[in-house]
Every structure is written in structure tokens, then in C-alpha cells.
């Protein structure tokens, strides 16, 4: 039986062994696997936003605020209400849900440059709120002592590996649902709509609901990641919240690919260690990945994934298109083709 590997399903596992093994790899070095537990955390909520922007085409930039209520929700229920982590992971998914689908009410009245303002400004309130609003945020003076899962038998979750591996099975989970989404009947009507509203409604698409569904499901999953990366830093202030980090989300779906399953994640800390290498720098990082930033634009649009994507279907076609060779000459003790000496007379 003859097996055949896709150039992209072996990218994919390549990815899932490296992420699989990177605790082993870092067990000497726990600053750099705290570092890469943050990035999946990031990369959690970028999924977010491969949804929104990726298959609709709308662009959010309330994001970052998102992902600050989760962050606040998981900081304030464990540390001023002692709720367990469990609970307050499950509230922040629901509660940042809850007002993605209101937001998304209003939002989604607007279309394209007034979608981006319109979301922007939401942002910058919720932002201005959890910076604000001390005697419930704590302003900036933060909030401190955030709590790590529970024990589950022999798993201590305050061990870094131990939570690492934690997240990498909601990781898993969120590649799984953007996987799931792009090749199911719901991924093509939002592809559809992203690229025509009004050729998917003439068809019978449902362009409204499908992009409240779609905006609601990426304030979701902004709060999942927001929750567990205010477990994960154990501290967490206003500027998780910030209209900075929506950008910073945006960049690694962009450096990634949009639309794409592995995006996410290969964006996401392929920019987290390019920030690492430049930290020295760091009041500078934006603009020594500037020209980065515009190489992709200009080279590669869809994002590094995307890219690869193409070339690998432009790899099968040229391969599909190409003559097969021929068998070779005909034997010489074959008799000849009576066809073919006819042919020579004409």
C-alpha cells in the first residue's frame, strides 16, 4: 500500500512534537518555558481572532479587551472571592461570551473601516473601565496572588511543566475547532461571506447570523486565553487590557496566516522569540520588526502558513499538469502497427 504525506501534515506534526517535547528540552531553563507558556496563551486568543478576521473578513479591534475581561474575571474571582479555578475559568468563558454577543449587537451594524473603529472604541471602554474603576479592578495597582488550577490527583499544576501541558490540551483544542470550522458547512458560508456579503445572502446565507455566531465565538475564546494567562502570571495589571496588545495579537495572526489552522500558533511565537531576541531593545521592537512586518505584506500576504499553503498547491498542480513519461520504445519483436505504416503513407 503506498502512503502519501502532505507537505502540511508534516509541518503540523513537526509543530505538535516540537511543542510536545519543548519541556524537556527547557527543563534547565524555566524562563524560557514561562515565556512559552505565555505565548500559548496568546495564541489561544489569536484562534479568537482568526475567526473573526480570518474566515469573515471583519476586522475587531476590541480583542485586546476581551481577552482583559477574561484575565480580570479569572484575578478578581480567585484572589477577592476565592473561587476555584475551575469556576472562575468557566465564568470568564461565559462572561466574555455573554458581552462579545451583545457587542457584537451593535457592532456588526457596521461594516468594514467603521467595524474596526466602532470595535477600537469599544476597546479603549473596557480598557478604561479595568484601569478606572478601582475599587473593583484595583486600578493599577493590580492584582496580585491569582491561583493556579487545583491538584488532580498527582498532577501539581504549580509546576511549570505540569501547567504547561495544561494549556498545550486547550491549545489542541482550539487548533482542533479551527480545523473543524474550516473544512465544515459553517467555515464555507463565513469564507462566503468574507469574500461577498452580498453574494452570500443572495445564495441564502444568513449574513447576520453567522457573523454574530462568529464575533461571539471569538470573544470566547479571547476570554479562554485571558483566564489562563492571569493563572499563568500569578500578577496581572491594566495593560492586559490595552489596545497595544490587540495590535500585538493582530501581528502574530498576521505573521502566522489568517484563515489558517497552524497560523496561530507558528505566528504567535515566532514573534514572541524575535521579541525575546530583541529585548534589549524593547522600546524599540516594533520598530526593528517593522521591515519584517512589511516583507510579509509584500512577499507573503496570507501570512507565513498561507504562503506555505500556496506554494504547496502550486507544487501539486505543476506536478498534476506535468506529461508523464512514456514507457519507452516499443519492443522490436513486437510486430509493427499496420495503423502506423498507413499513417507514414498519407
Known sequence: MKLTFSIRGVGALLVAAALLFAPLILAEQNYLLRVLITGITYAIAVYGLNIILGFTGQLSLAHG???????????????????????ALLAAIVLTTVVGFLAGLLALRTREAYFAVFTMALGLIIYMIISRWEDVTHAYS??????????IGPLDFSEPATYYYLLLVFLAAAAYVTYTLRVSNVGRRLLAI???????????????????????????????????????????????????????LLMFLLVGGVATVMGPIVGTLLVLALFEAFQDFQAYRFILLGPVIIALVIYAPQGLIGRLNELTLRWKRRRAAAPKTPAGPPDSDSPADPNDEKAEVR
Request: glycine share 18%.
Open 65 to 87: 479587551g476581551f481577552f482583559g475581561i477574561g484575565v480580570y474575571t479569572m484575578g478578581l474571582l480567585t484572589t477577592d472571592y476565592d473561587w476555584s479555578f475551575w469556576g
Open 142 to 151: 493590580g492584582v496580585l496572588g491569582v491561583k493556579l488550577p487545583e491538584n
Open 194 to 248: 468574507r469574500t461577498s456579503e452580498d453574494l452570500a445572502s443572495s445564495i441564502g446565507i444568513n449574513v447576520g447570523l453567522n457573523k454574530q455566531l462568529a464575533f461571539t465565538a471569538s470573544a470566547g475564546f479571547a476570554g479562554l486565553g485571558g483566564a489562563l494567562f492571569a493563572s499563568a502570571e500569578g500578577f496581572i495589571g491594566p495593560n492586559s487590557s490595552s489596545i497595544d496588545l490587540t495590535f500585538e
